[in-house]
Every structure is written in C-alpha cells, then in structure tokens.
C-alpha cells in the first residue's frame, strides 16, 4: 500500500534562512506523483509545487524547491529566504492512481513557524 | 493556477438538519472532484471521488447516505450532510481536478460546519 509519512510534526526557521521539510514515501508503483501544499490558518490548501516520477530534475518553483531523491524514497521541501507569511502547515501528497484522476494520499503535515 | 470556490465558507446549523456545500471550479473544467475532511491540527481525510455524470466513489468507513455528492456539471460538486450531529462537525474542504491542471488537484477554501 501507498504510504506518505513526514516526520516533522513542528519546525522553526528564521527569517531569511533556508528550510527543509522533510518527506518520505512508499509504492511498489513505478509511476507516482508528489506534491507539496500549504495551509495557511485560514484553512485553504495552497498548491505549491509537483514531482512526476519520471523527471530527471529536481522541480523549482520561485523559492520552493523539492529534493527528489527517488532511490531513498524522500522528496523533500526546501523554502529559500524564508519570510514571516511562510508561517503554515504545510503537507505532502502522493498521487495514488493514473493520470489526474488518482486521488491524493497525505503525510501527517509539517507546522512552520518563521521567526521574525 | 486554477481557481476552485466553495460555499459557504462556514455554517452553523442545529442537529437533524441537513447541510449543502457547494464546490465550483472557476475556470477550467473539473472531470473529478474530492472531498476531504480534516479536524484541528490532523491531515486531510478523504471522504470520495466524483466524477460529472456519475456516482461518486466512497471511502471506507464513509456513509454515502448521510454524505450525499452530486456532480451535476463539470463545474459543480455538492456535499450534502443529511441529519447532521455534533459528531459532524468539522473542516470540509473539495478538490478539483481536469485537463487544464494536468496532475494537480487545486483545493478550494474549505467549509467549517458546527452542528450544534
């Protein structure tokens, strides 16, 4: 069975510094997605950035950056320059199915808190 | 990116009533909706898979009659939580997912129900 886990309940960074959220998973399937998304406070799930499994580079987007690292199953978040409005939970998902209709497996979640 | 909404974003109702949420996407077509539940500080639980035109699919452990999904179009998902209880209560929150977002599933701003 498909399996996300963070074992990260709760993580400081301060302001302007770098951080990483960390992510591991577990499929026998060879094709996958991972996904990362932000929930701010105010509870919407804020999609942040995508890793298929057959791409060879590491996904960018703006300061989030994931680490994809497949023989070790991890696909780590990392925030660059991190700022006071990154203060969120934020989650890591798997697609577990085909194509876009494969419902989406969750971590436990990751609460970042920036510290001014 | 995508832009889904829901409504309403929160409400309040007395037990035995039956509550209705709706889920719309905004911009581009939505082949499969989900909806998730979620209580303070846990992961995203999800409830079912919708697909327009046809009966959703049903999570283990999820009583399709009292969480009746309707996916009328494909821009419109409704969440209808028949005789609510106290026990109901809780952060609900759908996803929306086609041919214009890839493999992404974009979440709306989520619904807190408080049956009292």
């Known amino acids: 069975a498909q399996k996300i886990t963070q074992t990260q309940p709760g993580m400081f960074v301060q302001e302007k510094e770098a951080v990483t959220l960390d992510c591991t998973y577990d499929?026998?399937?060879?094709?996958?997605?991972l996904f990362w998304y932000k929930q701010p406070s105010s509870g919407e799930m804020i999609f942040l950035i995508y890793?298929?499994?057959?791409?060879?580079q590491n996904a960018t987007e703006g300061r989030y950056s994931l680490n994809f690292q497949k023989a070790r199953k991890s696909a780590n978040l990392v925030i660059s320059a991190s700022q006071l409005g990154d203060s969120a939970m934020y989650f890591c998902?798997?697609?577990?199915?085909?194509?876009?209709?494969?419902?989406?497996?969750f971590g436990q979640g990751t609460t970042l808190q920036v510290k001014p | 990116g995508a832009v889904v909404s829901q409504h309403p974003s929160w409400v309040i109702c007395k037990s035995g009533t039956s509550v209705k949420i709706e889920c719309r996407s905004l911009?581009?077509?939505?082949?499969?909706m989900f909806w998730y539940r979620q209580f303070p500080k846990q992961s995203l639980m999800l409830m079912a898979t919708?697909?327009?035109?046809?009966?959703?699919?049903?999570e283990q452990g999820v009583e399709k009659d009292k969480f009746l999904i309707n996916h009328a179009s494909l821009t419109l998902s409704t969440l209808t939580v028949t005789s609510a209880h106290p026990e109901d209560s809780s952060f609900y929150i759908c996803?929306?997912?086609?041919?214009?977002?890839?493999?992404?599933?974009?979440f709306g701003p989520g619904t807190r129900l408080t049956v009292l």
């Open positions: 911009d581009f077509q939505a082949t499969t």
């Open positions: 499929t026998s399937d060879p094709s996958y997605g």
């Open positions: 996803s929306a997912v086609g041919l214009a977002t890839a493999d992404t599933q974009y």
């Open positions: 890793q298929g499994s057959y791409d060879q």
């Open positions: 919708s697909n327009e035109g046809s009966k959703a699919t049903y």
């Open positions: 998902a798997m697609r577990d199915g085909p194509g876009n209709t494969g419902k989406l497996i």
